[in-house]
């Protein structure tokens, strides 16, 4: 299948830079799409997002510089 494939792709990308993810066609990650009640292998997220602290907005002076906040 054509879904497995690019899911499996994207895991293992991801595992090589160390970016944890969740696939929408293995929810869980165990090897197991039949576990799951929705099964969306286009969706992909970040792992933990909802634990993730905002990135504070940019900010740019007057001249359209961006300046670094503290
Ligand atoms: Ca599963």
């Given amino acids: 299948m054509c879904w497995d494939m690019i899911g499996h792709i994207g ?25 799951q009640k929705l099964y969306d292998p286009a969706h992909w997220e970040l792992a933990h997002w909802r634990m993730m602290e905002p990135e504070p907005p940019h900010m740019y002076n007057a001249r359209g510089k961006l300046v670094r906040r503290e």
């Fill in 11 to 35: 895991n293992e990308v991801a595992k090589r830079l160390s970016i944890p993810i969740v696939w929408g066609g293995d929810w869980d990650g165990d090897g197991d799409k039949s576990d």
